[in-house]
Antibody, heavy 120, light 110 residues
Framework: QVYLVESGGGVVQPGRPLRLSCEVS????????MHWVRQAPGEGLEWVAL????????EYRDSVKGRFSISTDDSKKTVFLQMSGLTAGDTAVYYC?????????????WGQGTLVTVSS | IVLTQSPVSLPVTPGESASISCRSS???????????LDWYLQKPGQSPQLLIY???HRASGVPDRFSGSGSGPDFTLNISRVAVEDVGVYYC?????????FGQGTKLEI
């Protein structure tokens, strides 16, 4: 059974950093790409970043490039999203999602999400 | 790539059928010939779940009353015999290229 459990969300001041974690079980990070998707309160879904199987290739949406960094620790079976330079526009529930394959883009398992609130 | 869904809201009666449309601003075909268009359902208070991938392939565990069809630029999600547990917001998403993008959502209401 595949499980994804996010953690690390909370209230953070503008400009401060925050690191989200996603602990996975039931599959290997070396076999599947992983994604972060966010959802602002009352809004739709917005893709944020992906890391390829094995962690070598990383891609980001333009609005977070240079501020967010996605990474994996295979030994800990964890995916991270390091966020810096946070603004109110980054306030959202952040979901970790498993790619159906090595880079299909289809997200076949999702975590429960972790809420990030950027506020002074 | 911009995805435009319609309708925004879809009231249905249990047992009836429903259709949701998704139009893409660009081709969603990769070199392997597949259309990289998925459908997701986000039930109230829950995380999204994959229903359909590659335009017409049902994800594991998805009831066969859900079906996807179409080729660029128009795609359709059909739900036959709508059930009460199908309520929520349906999103189409393109996986042709990054940034992956979602439609704005269609809220199915009973």
């Amino acid at each position: 059974q595949v499980y994804l459990v996010e953690s690390g969300g909370g209230v953070v001041q503008p400009g401060r950093p925050l690191r989200l974690s996603c602990e996975v079980s039931g599959f290997n990070l070396s076999d599947n790409a992983m994604h972060w998707v966010r959802q602002a309160p009352g809004e739709g879904l917005e893709w944020v970043a992906l890391v390829s199987h094995g962690g070598k290739n990383k891609e980001y949406r333009d609005s977070v490039k240079g501020r967010f960094s996605i990474s994996t620790d295979d030994s800990k079976k964890t995916v991270f999203l390091q966020m810096s330079g946070l603004t109110a526009g980054d306030t959202a529930v952040y979901y970790c999602a498993k790619d159906r394959g090595q880079r299909t883009g289809s997200l076949d398992s999702w975590g429960q999400g972790t809420l990030v609130t950027v506020s002074s | 790539i911009v995805l435009t869904q319609s309708p925004v809201s879809l009231p249905v009666t249990p047992g009836e059928s429903a259709s949701i449309s998704c139009r893409s601003s660009q081709s969603l075909v990769r070199v392997n010939g597949y259309n990289y268009l998925d459908w997701y359902l986000q039930k109230p208070g829950q995380s999204p779940q994959l229903l359909i991938y590659l335009g017409s392939h049902r994800a594991s565990g998805v009831p066969d009353r859900f079906s996807g069809s179409g080729s660029g630029p128009d795609f359709t999600l059909n739900i036959s015999r709508v059930a009460v547990e199908d309520v929520g917001v349906y999103y189409c998403m393109q996986a042709r290229q990054t940034p992956l993008t979602f439609g704005q959502g269609t809220k199915l209401e009973i």
